[in-house]
């Protein structure tokens, strides 16, 4: 269970010698909107667990870089998370030669957002940054990064789709649900999101004062959006680079990743407001009946599959059918009722009927489309189920807002 996060400084023993840090306790400090050494320029935390592969190389890779852009201006702060091949006390290993090098083991909390915000609780830089253990964020880019914020920027992040930027040699999976996210993110939160060709970015660079006595509350993996949403960022830069293979150990993305993605957005959007109350109280009334079109899609094609040994995606279709008949006779009578009233009559109903089914093929093809191609690549049923209806939905909402009931 998630616990609010103040930036609050707790009493961990730091490893710049040879020990083992403690877990945080109840004697907590506000983290100051100024550094406690004001001659340290970056505070660059790297959130790790089992990267004891990577880790010698990635210190060596990035000491040996900011040597030479900030010379004894800067501290590198290694968050482990009590890795079971002891990526810590490889890391620890290192500290003799690495003076700037600074160890926390965690034993009890576990997380990559709360990895880097303990980080950050203990850093004493102006600037305070994030990047992946696992060298697949090059750590090059960390020079263009530095200049972005010593030119004036508030936050300065490394994008995947901004100028030279790409993904490498990622799958057409991988690239259909980076891209996926980055438009739910931007429906969900868009005074956010917006501001960001990569908001889905974990290497990034924010100045200290721009969310320092700032409450921050992550789920899961994406720190960027927490800071954005709750910081005080006026100026952000971008800079482009290409998201490298993993050369050493495994990749630890999982579909609750996924999960926890969805519920940090929606919490976001929440507790940030900035959305007038009769927009949010429609969207929220469409996710209401969208979810009961997620009932009828799923249990109608399992019923289908089950006791009329109809094939996938026969069933599938049928189903779609169904769930569109259902979500506009909702859709209808009260997520658009405003708008509705004033084209009474059934001719008029069997119209915005026509025009919502058509809109709902074309979304009936998006979802049954994006099944396919996932049932393919071998994912679960449920799970491709539910991305490819999550899909259909943001396409018939917007549509339908737009071009069917047309509210102000």
Known sequence: MSRKL?????????????????????????????????????????????????????????CTLLDRYLPDRYELIIVDDNSPDRTWEKAQTLQPDYPQLVVIRRQQERGLATAVIRGWQQAQGNVLGVIDGDLQH???????????????????????????????????VRQFLSRGAVRLALWILPEITSRLSDPMSGYFLVRREAIANQPLDPIGYKILLEVMGRGRIDRVAEVGYTFAERQEGESKVSWQHYQEFIRHLLRLRFATGNVPVGRMGRFLRFCLVGFSGVFVNIFGSFLLIRYAGLGKITSKTIAVAVAIVNNFIWNDVWTFSDASKFYTGWRSRLVRFLRFSFACGLGALIDIGIFALLDHFGMPWLAANLIAIAGSTAWNYLINLKFNWKTK
Not at 147 to 152: K, N, R, S, V
């Open 6 to 62: 103040n930036l609050e400084v707790p009493s961990l023993q730091l490893l710049r010698s040879p020990q083992v840090g403690a877990e945080p306790n109840s004697s907590d400090r506000p983290l100051a909107s100024h550094a406690a050494d004001p001659s340290i320029f970056l505070s660059l935390v790297v959130p790790t667990y089992n990267e004891a592969a990577n880790v010698g190389n990635l210190v060596r890779t990035i």
């Open 138 to 172: 090059p750590p090059e880019v960390l020079q263009k990064l530095i200049t972005a914020i010593a030119a004036g920027a508030d936050l300065a992040a490394a994008s995947r789709y901004a100028g030279d930027g790409g993904v490498g040699s990622w799958n057409g």
